[in-house]
């Protein structure tokens, strides 16, 4: 049988995680005998892997030549991304809006970065605050917020088992936190109740 490789990536030990798959399919009472789950912990191991691996990209920004100090908002961007504490995709949309100083981004990368960061284990928190945190680093913007709506399947498949349910969090700095008017704005747009001071 041609089985397609699972390339080593950074971290990643391919053969390693195959046998962990393995032995956790076994301890769970999978026959792997069974020709339908043969090549499931190859496939386990290759898509965690995927899942854990971020698209390198590099961050082009250009002179903020005009002048623009209003908001730029990317809405609705999808992501999805792995539960630390249970392994379980969480999936929603992210909302990242900043003001520009010096310098501006390519709105793709708006995207490029939520994605980047999503591809670990995480909790919703943290990647919310490490996305805000790229943009204050590489465009030191007037103002930066970030908003991530997801279901949480560690929370709608187990447990408490409540499907349907979103967490939301927000990480707002500069003016976007500070200035009333603009925070109202940023949560306008982003499709939020705006939270008065």
Not at 148 to 159: P, Q
């Amino acid at each position: 049988m041609n089985r397609p490789a699972l390339h080593a990536l950074p971290g990643i030990d391919p053969a390693a995680a195959e046998r962990a798959a393995a032995d956790l399919l076994a301890a769970l009472g999978a026959d792997l005998s069974d020709e339908s789950l043969r090549e499931t912990p190859r496939r386990m191991a290759a898509a965690y892997a995927e899942m854990l691996t971020p698209e390198p990209f590099h961050a082009t920004t250009f002179p903020n030549d005009g002048a623009y100090d209003e908001l730029v908002v990317v809405r609705d961007i999808p992501f999805h991304s792995l539960c630390e504490h249970h392994l379980l995709p969480f999936v929603g949309v992210a909302h990242v809006g900043y003001i520009p100083a010096e310098r501006i981004v390519g709105l793709s990368k708006l995207a490029r970065v939520v994605d980047h960061f999503a591809r670990a284990l995480q909790v919703q928190e943290r990647l919310t605050t490490q996305v805000a945190g790229w943009f204050e680093r590489e465009l030191k913007p007037k103002g930066v917020g970030v908003v991530l709506e997801a279901e949480h399947t560690c929370m709608s498949l187990r447990g408490a088992t409540k499907p349907g349910t979103r967490t939301v969090t927000s990480a707002l700095n500069g003016l976007v936190r500070d200035d009333p008017r603009t925070r109202q704005e940023f949560l306008a747009l982003t499709g939020r109740t705006a939270v008065h001071a």
